[in-house]
């Protein structure tokens, strides 16, 4: 029974999410993460942490940590963005650290609010991945796999780029990740998915249900070198209490590969609630297909954040006007 549950932790770690870095699922929380245009749109900045573990109750089960900082620099028209993350999956680890810069053309605004504009950025990776041999045996003495320890270890450079276009609610955005090829030496044949080309493509709009509730149907397509794509369909019903504090709850579809109902599916919600200026998350996700008659506990990550950017201008004006108020006497109370 061990050997199955390995192995078949094995076929969803390289078929499903392994490939996946960590922040590449989590554009719900921070879009940023799979799109390096977002650093600081929208004068948002925020440093936050995420974890994530997989499939509960298997020993060893694939694990996530992640630390990312953007903020914006120049009345919003630069971004700055640094990432660190680490992926561990049983004896193999791949983790990295990614710097970014992004430019903010803003062509409409509503007060502080951009209304229209158009993003794009670059950034720069630097990755490590390894594998740990220190209980593997090989078969054959001539396994170069786990007896040369060059192929145990490796680090390399790559890059990346992204734009967004967004307009009155609505936005398109797409992003390509891993575009210097060939810079590994680790593993370099048509499996090397850790270092495959890949790209994201998001597109959503805002849809003012009331003044104070706002839904957001939006989809998120990945496409990946040597791998099936990964489509995320989610609709987010995101309740407004001011300018600086609402909660959001997204319920989500997730489909991985080219069958579309018997493939590899997981379904799952996100939760966020924001108070200025703390931000907490939430997202549990339960794979549908076989694995999970071996792990009943699904995935689970947890977001955290601080938000670097002061509170909406709408807000700290209310509270001058009330503070005036406050030092004003009324008219009645002259009389």
Known sequence: MKKLMTILLVIYSTTGNGQNYIFQNQHFFKPYLTNPS???????????????KQLVGFDNSPNSQLISIDYPFSKSKIGVGINGFKDQNGASSFSGFESTFAYHLITEKKGQEPLTGFSFGLSATYNQYSIDGTNFKPEETDDITL??????????????????????????????????????????????????????????????????????????????????????????????????????????????????????????????????????????????????????????VIFLAFKLTSKPEAIRQFKVEEKKEEVTPSKSTKN
């Open 147 to 300: 007896t040369d320890p060059n192929k145990l270890s490796n680090s390399y450079p790559n890059a990346n780029f992204g734009f967004n276009f967004y307009s009155h609610g609505f936005n398109l955005g797409v992003s390509a990740y891993n575009i210097i090829p060939n810079v590994s030496t680790i593993f370099t044949n048509e499996d090397d998915i850790q270092n495959a080309f890949t790209v994201f493509i998001n597109s959503g709009f805002d849809l003012k249900a009331k003044e104070n509730i706002v839904i957001r149907p939006n989809v998120l397509y990945r496409t990946q070198r040597n791998s099936d794509y990964q489509l995320d369909m989610m609709l987010d019903l995101k309740f407004i209490s001011s300018s600086s504090s609402f909660f959001t709850i997204s319920p989500f579809f997730r489909n991985y590969g080219y069958a579309a109902l018997t493939g590899r599916q997981s379904m799952g919600a996100n939760a966020l609630i924001s108070w200025h200026p703390f931000v907490i998350g939430y997202q549990f996700e339960m794979p549908l297909s076989a694995i999970n008659d071996y792990s009943k506990g699904g995935n689970h």
């Open 38 to 52: 977002q650093a600081g749109a929208q004068n948002n900045g925020n440093v936050a942490l995420i974890y994530k």
